[in-house]
């Protein structure tokens, strides 16, 4: 059997760009994209944290130190400027490589600069 886990996610990214006429599509600095693990073209949620918004896209590389997030194309209805997202990839998984699999969880500033990384969430308290 295969479960499915988080597998890389940028946490509280800011919107850089909306682009209407763009190729459908989100594009993620580079350097975000390596740390996160999300590979060019996989499929990824966004989170809206603004406005609540889930829309699933795929990410394209951003210039490399850009701090570039932009949501293209119909993902621009969903994602403006400003915005604070999560971006989450996904993977599957057997029981046995569940056991052992860390996630990695980017933690980045206003400017979509990298602040700290992780591989575990702490439990949350009641």
Request: overall charge negative.
């Amino acid at each position: 059997m295969n479960l499915q886990f988080l597998k890389g996610k940028i946490h509280r990214a800011t919107v850089t760009q909306a682009e209407l006429h763009y190729e459908g599509s989100c594009a993620i600095d580079e350097l975000l994209l390596e740390a996160s693990g999300i590979r060019e073209f996989e499929r990824i949620e966004i989170y809206n944290i603004t406005t609540g918004d889930r829309f699933a896209t795929y990410a394209i590389r951003g210039e490399r130190g850009s701090g570039c997030i932009s949501a293209n194309g119909a993902a621009a209805h969903r994602a403006n400027p400003g915005d604070l997202v999560i971006i989450c990839a996904y993977c599957q998984l057997s029981e046995t490589e569940a056991a052992e699999f860390r996630p990695s969880l980017v933690y980045v500033d206003a400017d979509n600069r990298i602040t700290h990384q992780k591989n575990a969430i702490p439990a949350q308290a009641a």
